[in-house]
Every structure is written in C-alpha cells, then in structure tokens.
C-alpha cells in the first residue's frame, strides 16, 4: 500500500507529465502494488519516452512543470546523462516531517522502454488515473537494473503473477535485451552455477 504522502507526489508528477503533453508510465517500487507485490518505498519512478537528441529540452519543461507543482529540483544536480536517455531527480517536501520524497524521471530513447510505455495500463490510484508498467515490463526493468534489491523485486513479480505472465514476451526482449536473469522460469529449468569445488 503506497503512503498517502506518495500518492499525492505521484499524483502531482503525473499531472505535471500530461500538462507538457509527455508519455510516460509508472515502474519501479511504486507500480509494484498494482501486480500484487507491496513493499515499501520512499521514491517514485517514472519512466518518459522521448526522442534522442530531445532530451534536454524535454527535462528543462518538465523541470518548470513539477516545480510549480511544489517539488524542489536543483539545476546542475538533478540531471545525469544516462546510456539510453537521461535521469531527472526532483524532491517532493514533507514539511511537518522534515524529509522529502524523491521523483525519479528517466527520459528514455531505447526502444524497450518504449514499448513498455506503449503497453501501460492506466490504474486507478487513490481517485486518480495513471499509467502503470505491465507485470512482464517491470520485471524486465526489474532485471536490467539487477541489484539485488531489484532482482528480489523480479522474482517475487514472477511468483505473485505466475499464471499471467506473457512468457513469450518476456523471454524476446530477455534475449534482445541480453538479459541473464529470467526469474519467470520454473526453478527447474534455470541453469545450475558450476558445480562446487
């Protein structure tokens, strides 16, 4: 269950999205509750289709647009140019509680980021609406990311909503993607580690 803290930054991030006209979808820990996997989290993850070579534009809006929606960002410190795309950090205040919650936005040029904003479903949240990673699509983010905290987030995906899963899909961006965690396969056909010595 999402704070109601989380709730009203997520709610803001959208509404700040949809006002520069942006396509995006919830992943990360946040998205997690709608595929029946709840733990705590104290950001929010959005990812953000844009085309490459447009990415900085599109941050300097989206920057002006959650700003007004009450979230701190810093020039110079919020932004770091990643491989497929660019990673925006804002900072939503809670004033009596002295923190705040960070947003996370990933500008993204790769096509599976892409795809999984194509596929995102919009989800009813506290009275309102936003688009939301499919399962297989947020276990494959999942995996990419490949902490630990991230692979533990795929297995437990893979176990919740094993009946559902699209393994087909998963197994084809898997392979484009060259991913060598596929938490979706019955244990008994994971391959075994080297034998011990």
Same mark, same amino acid.
């Given at each position: 269950?999402?704070?109601?803290?989380?709730?009203?930054? /997520?709610?803001?991030?959208?509404?700040?999205?949809?006002?520069?006209?942006?396509?995006?979808?919830?992943? !990360?820990?946040?998205?997690?509750?709608?595929?029946?996997?709840?733990?705590?989290?104290?950001?929010?993850? #959005?990812?953000?289709?844009?085309?490459?070579?447009?990415?900085?534009?599109?941050?300097?809006?989206?920057?002006?647009?959650?700003?007004?929606?009450?979230?701190?960002?810093?020039?110079?410190?919020?932004?770091?140019?990643?491989?497929?795309?660019? *990673?925006?950090?804002?900072?939503?205040? *809670?004033?009596?509680?002295?923190?705040? /919650?960070?947003?996370?936005?990933?500008?993204a040029t790769d096509a599976h980021r892409a795809?999984? #904003?194509?596929?995102?479903?919009?989800?009813?949240?506290? !009275?309102?609406?936003?688009?939301?990673?499919?399962?297989?699509? *947020?276990?494959?983010?999942?995996?990419?990311?490949?902490? +630990?905290?991230?692979?533990?987030?795929?297995?437990?995906?893979?176990?919740?909503?094993?009946?559902?899963?699209?393994? !087909?899909?998963?197994?084809?961006? &898997?392979?484009?993607?060259? *991913? &060598?965690?596929? +938490?979706?396969? +019955?244990?008994?056909? #994971? $391959?075994?580690? +080297?034998? $011990?010595?």
């Open positions: 269950m999402l704070s109601e803290h989380l709730l009203e930054a /997520l709610r803001l991030a959208a509404e700040a999205l949809a006002g520069v006209g942006a396509k995006f979808a919830l992943i !990360g820990g946040a998205a997690m509750p709608a595929w029946r996997h709840d733990r705590s989290t104290r950001d929010v993850d #959005i990812v953000v289709v844009v085309e490459a070579g447009r990415e900085a534009a599109l941050a300097e809006r989206i920057a002006h647009a959650v700003r007004e929606r009450g979230f701190a960002h810093h020039a110079g410190a919020d932004r770091r140019r990643l491989e497929e795309g660019l *990673l925006l950090h804002a900072w939503y205040p *809670l004033r009596p509680q002295a923190i705040s /919650l960070r947003l996370d936005l990933f500008l795809e999984t #904003i194509r596929r995102a479903r919009p989800r009813r949240m506290d !009275g309102f609406e936003v688009p939301v990673s499919t399962c297989e699509d *947020l276990i494959l983010l999942k995996c990419r990311a490949a902490r +630990p905290i991230d692979l533990a987030d795929a297995r437990a995906l893979s176990e919740l909503n094993a009946e559902r899963l699209d393994r !087909g899909y998963l197994e084809r961006w &898997a392979d484009l993607l060259g *991913l &060598a965690e596929r +938490p979706w396969r +019955p244990a008994s056909t #994971i $391959p075994a580690g +080297p034998p $011990p010595a």
